[in-house]
């Protein structure tokens, strides 16, 4: 998969974006240090978008449902992100469209376990801590 950083109204949002060939399957979104109602909203939204990939629902059709959304719009180069839905809509777009640009993993953020404080690392849908075993799905 590939993450990319998208500024939002909210704040710096991560969009990770797992593919089949070209084809999305998976999406998984982290809003920065946000926590809260816009974190687990944001998290309803990436799940939902994941379940209706897997189920066969054009990619297409997603982002005509999300894309224009509009909550605290805020321009990120250039390209004006009207909200966090709107935000996981115009990754879905590049990623389609092979205009992603991902960044590199010096500039992911690096999620911490709740623990033991050890980088967590993302494998099979869920975040896990190789030093404490601790899993978020």
Not at 48 to 62: F, K, M, P, Q, Y
Not at 86 to 93: F, I, K, P, Q, R
Request: hydrophobic share 35%; glycine share 12%.
């Amino acid at each position: 998969g590939s993450t990319v950083k998208m500024r939002t109204g909210h704040g710096n949002m991560y969009v990770t974006i797992n593919s089949e060939g070209k084809k999305p399957f998976e999406v998984f979104v982290n809003l920065g240090k946000a926590g809260g109602c816009d974190s687990a909203n944001l998290e309803a939204v990436a799940r939902l978008t994941s379940i209706a990939l897997r189920a066969g629902v054009d990619a297409n059709e997603i982002i005509s449902q999300l894309r224009g959304i509009t909550c605290c719009p805020n321009y990120d180069g250039g390209v004006l992100v009207k909200s966090n839905p709107d935000a996981v809509a115009l990754a879905l777009t590049q990623h389609l469209n092979g205009t992603l640009q991902p960044i590199g993993i010096e500039n992911q953020v690096r999620m911490l376990c709740p623990d033991c404080n050890t980088s967590l690392v993302f494998q099979e849908g869920c975040y896990i801590c190789k030093g404490c075993g601790w899993t978020k799905c």
